[in-house]
């Protein structure tokens, strides 16, 4: 399985941004898709995650200005951030879980500035 995320960059405090992940196979194979970042010299921590029952769940941090969402169509999973503040600023990763094991993407840089 192969997860390829994109979409990151430099954008201003307050300002949006919207991070890609396309699934190498149907996103309905999977139990849940979600979003981690790491920031420098931190851990990596979930940002949000959304199960194949239409299940979503959020970090505090994130909860109100982010939001996850799926096109099975198109076997992707997108993260809208809204209202973004500089400790936003992390490598975003792309998860996915099925059965068997659990994959991750390449990451995408995300830079907010102040």
């Known amino acids: 399985v192969q997860l390829q995320a994109s979409g990151g960059g430099l954008v201003q405090a307050g300002g949006s941004l919207r991070v890609s992940c396309v699934a190498s196979r149907n996103i309905f194979s999977f139990v849940n898709m979600g979003w981690h970042r790491q920031a420098p010299g931190k851990q990596r921590e979930l940002v949000a995650i959304t199960t194949s029952g239409g299940i979503t769940v959020y970090s505090d941090p994130v909860k109100g200005r982010f939001t996850i969402s799926r096109d099975n169509a198109k076997n992707t999973v997108y993260l809208q951030m809204n209202s973004l503040k500089p400790e936003d600023t992390a490598v975003y990763y792309c998860?996915?879980?099925?059965?068997?094991?659990?994959?991750w993407g390449q990451g995408t840089l995300v830079t907010v500035s102040s």
């Open positions: 998860s996915a879980r099925d059965n068997w094991s659990s994959y």
